[in-house]
């Protein structure tokens, strides 16, 4: 008897010996695996997390808090003058690689509802980002919208080419976007308006929506105003002086140094002269 009596408790160790071994590995196992998805978590979000924590990625100087500080200071002040205007941003590859899914509103109280994003330069490079924020934005369901940044001293023909082969518009988005801010060195200004007009010509005959005009406020009123008053403009200010969006302007980009969650750089904000269900009716059919 005492022998049965050993034999059953030494089979009983070992079989609890046996399961707490097994016991320890699993915990360990699926601790490890937390540990994997919460440090995969928390690096996909980083950027969103880093805005909602209140971190920088880089340390500012005293001038440039301060204009910092003026600048939002300036910020609120123009978007609480125009309560109940659509509010948006611009991109392009300098703003980095954007969390879209943070992407939401402006100083935590003004939606986001449009974006444009910068697709071509001149007459051979694409944004970098412009594929990625693309379809960021869709997917974050903004509004969005591309534009090309204009190259006085190359051909026009191949600047509206490129763009036409890299920007696939669909039902819902904005109308191509020209960017205009520097002029020609070695044409004259006539020369300049031709090529402007026949990038805006076959832009538009290929997408059947009339391009907007991107510019400064002092380009538009010294250059454009009277020779493409067909045009609608987004006209960029960023003076203090100016406090609202003119009656003729259809956008306005009123500051680059705002700060959004999902974007580690800062980014230029604009302003729809209308609301939201009047942007969605300028959208492509």
Do not use: C
């Not at 960023?238 to 956008?251: A, G, S, T």
């Not at 009123?254 to 750089?265: N, Q």
């Amino acid at each position: 008897m005492k022998r049965k009596s050993v034999t059953r408790k030494q089979s009983y160790n070992r079989k609890t010996s046996s399961g707490s071994s097994i016991g320890k590995i699993f915990r360990y196992l699926t601790f490890i695996v937390f540990i994997g998805l919460f440090l995969g978590t928390a690096y996909h979000y980083r950027r969103g997390l880093a805005y909602y924590l209140g971190f920088k990625s880089e340390k500012l100087s005293e001038k440039e808090i301060e204009d910092k500080r003026l600048s939002d200071v300036r910020n609120f002040q123009v978007l609480a003058k125009h309560e109940g205007k659509s509010i948006g941003l611009d991109v392009s590859e300098y703003q980095g690689k954007i969390s879209w899914s943070y992407v939401d509103t402006l100083e935590q109280k003004y939606p986001l509802d449009f974006v444009f994003i910068r697709a071509t330069v001149g007459r051979d490079r694409k944004d970098f980002q412009f594929k990625r924020n693309w379809i960021g934005a869709k997917e974050n369901k903004m509004i969005r919208g591309a534009y090309h940044y204009y190259r006085p001293n190359e051909n026009s023909i191949e600047q509206a080419d490129l763009f036409i082969k890299t920007v696939k518009l669909e039902k819902g988005d904005l109308p191509p976007v020209l960017d205009i801010e520097k002029l020609p060195k070695n044409q004259s200004l006539d020369s300049l308006k031709k090529g402007l007009k026949r990038w805006l010509l076959k832009v538009e005959n290929h997408y059947k929506v009339r391009p907007i005009i991107y510019t400064g406020e002092r380009y538009y009123a010294d250059f454009l105003k009277d020779e493409f008053g067909e045009y609608l403009f987004w006209i960029a200010n960023y003076n203090f002086y100016r406090e609202r969006i003119e009656d003729d302007w259809l956008f306005w980009q009123f500051t680059e140094k705002a700060t959004v969650p999902g974007i580690e750089r800062t980014v230029d904000v604009n302003i729809y002269n209308g609301d939201l269900q009047q942007l969605q009716f300028i959208t492509v059919d």
